[in-house]
């Protein structure tokens, strides 16, 4: 089973149903990436901040010893945490992430949020997290977007990163980068379920050329395995009516129906699991078609509710 790819703005392919590696523990990271290649996933959606760069490319390393797969096959993707914004800072750590990850290039780099933090040494902390002193301090950088855009770019020219996107971008931002991009984002990468559609947004970058990737696709679930308080009280979209009846008349499972709620926009997909019966599930999600009555239902199920919001990660005693 293969997934079916997406021409990007560089001219370079990529699958449209990718594996998501935040959350992946450190101790079944390598298995778990080594599984989901032999189940058929070529794209890799990591970050410095996920911490497990190093496993997964132990993963990669090992299937592609065993003649499983060859590098030009994998479609690796890894993103420019906030304390690296800093111009002199970004080839250093792309360097670092790529020597973690075993690879010479990456597919597709992206700046993870837009918003520049001071630089934290990696040999003081790594990775640094959102805090200067790993506890509660939070220092912002002067470093702008587009300074951090233009050595993103030159990781390009220097064969570090074939494509380079943006994520949490909204649409002021993603205006911006447009008027001084010399390299335009390939991808942007947004949280993106029923209860968070952010049609103009996706509008905007597809009009633009930019391919839209969707992350946390199946809304609180993701956001569960963090113990984040303000799912408690979000209802499942997995257990969701609307979704349900969809998922029944089609005789797919409810995630299945999600994930394909948005391929069948043209976005891609990353959506994440450690268990080999749903790495397969998740990867045949392309291979059936909503109806526009169930494409008008899940519209009206937008909320306009965010999960994945930096604030969230500093408590109010944290911030103020
Ligand atoms: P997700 O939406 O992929 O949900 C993961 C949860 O759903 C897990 O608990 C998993 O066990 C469960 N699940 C997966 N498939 C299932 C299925 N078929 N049936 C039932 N349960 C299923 O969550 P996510 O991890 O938040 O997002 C996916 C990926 O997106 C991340 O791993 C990461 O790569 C990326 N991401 C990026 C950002 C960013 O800021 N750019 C933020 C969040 C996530």
Not at 171 to 199: C, F, G, K, M
Not at 251 to 279: C, F, H, Y
Request: proline fraction near 5%; aromatic fraction near 12%; include cysteine.
């Amino acid at each position: 089973m293969a997934s079916p790819t997406i021409k990007l703005n560089s001219g370079y392919e990529m699958p449209q149903v990718g594996f998501g590696l935040w959350k992946v523990d450190n101790a079944v990271c390598a298995d778990t990436v080594y599984n989901a290649i032999k189940a058929g996933y070529r794209l890799f959606d990591g970050a410095c901040d996920y911490g497990n760069e190093k496993e997964c490319g132990e993963g990669v390393a090992r299937a592609i010893k065993e003649g499983i797969v060859k590098r030009e096959e994998l479609f690796i993707v890894s993103k420019l945490w906030q304390t690296f914004h800093d111009e002199d800072k970004v080839e250093p750590i792309t360097r670092k992430q790529l020597a973690d990850w075993q690879i010479d290039y990456f597919d597709l780099f992206l700046i993870h949020f837009p918003a520049a933090l001071e630089y934290v040494d990696p040999s003081v902390r790594y990775p640094p997290g959102w805090f200067y002193d790993g506890k509660s301090e939070v220092r912002w950088s002067k470093t702008t977007l587009q300074q951090t855009w233009g050595a993103m770019e030159k990781l390009v020219d220097a064969g570090l990163a074939r494509s380079i996107g943006i994520s949490n971008y909204q649409a002021q931002s993603v205006y911006d980068n447009l008027i001084y991009a010399r390299i335009r984002p390939a991808t942007l990468q947004i949280e993106h379920h029923p209860y968070l559609q952010q049609p103009d947004l996706v509008n905007l970058a597809q009009k633009e050329g930019i391919t839209v990737t969707a992350y946390s696709s199946f809304g609180p679930t993701g956001f569960m395995e963090i113990e984040d308080f303000r799912v408690k009280h979000a209802a499942p979209l997995m257990e969701s009516p609307v979704i349900k009846e969809i998922a029944t008349k089609h005789k797919k499972t409810p995630a299945q129906v999600l994930l394909r709620w948005a391929t069948q926009r043209g976005l891609a997909v990353i959506p994440k699991t450690s268990r080999s019966e749903v790495m397969a599930q998740n990867l045949d999600s392309v291979n059936f078609n909503l109806d526009d009555g169930d494409l008008t239902k899940i519209a009206e199920m937008d909320l306009n509710i965010r999960f994945n919001k930096p604030t969230n990660y500093f408590s109010a005693d944290k911030l103020f």
